[in-house]
Nanobody, 126 residues
Framework: QVQLVESGGGLVQDGGSLRLSCAAS????????LGWFRQTPGKEREFVAA????????VYADSVKGRFTISRDNAKNTVQLQMNSLKPEDTAVYYC???????????????????WGQGTQVTVSS
């Protein structure tokens, strides 16, 4: 029902910046929470950031707080993840996800999100 497509991944140097975008189709984002997760092979999926489409304060993982910014574009039904001061440990496949769960205490849980994009690779080298 909901399709999410990430774009913007690539290779950047340590300390560089990258902006990811997630385009949605099938539903509007008005009532949804949009989240970003990342995963490396052999490791669990890790929460990065999330925000409610309606607005309010985003939630960030401690590891990215102050470096990453999540935002939305209402007209284009997209959510962006601006990543600054990238580090090699940020290297991962980044996934966009959507949920109707409104309690921000659950936004960091991957199990809260029934809709997922295909992922986009982000590689940070030194």
């Amino acid at each position: 029902q909901v399709q999410l497509v990430e774009s913007g991944g690539g290779l950047v140097q340590d300390g560089g910046s990258l902006r990811l975008s997630c385009a949605a189709s099938g539903r509007t984002f008005s009532s949804y929470v949009l989240g970003w997760f990342r995963q490396t092979p052999g490791k669990e999926r890790e929460f990065v950031a999330a925000m409610a489409w309606r607005g309010g304060s985003p939630v960030y993982a401690d590891s990215v707080k102050g470096r990453f910014t999540i935002s939305r574009d209402n007209a284009k039904n997209t959510v962006q993840l601006q990543m600054n001061s990238l580090k090699p440990e940020d290297t991962a496949v980044y996934y966009c996800a959507a949920t109707l769960v409104q309690n921000y205490g659950f936004w960091s849980r991957s199990s809260s999100y029934p809709y997922w994009g295909q992922g986009t690779q982000v590689t940070v080298s030194s």
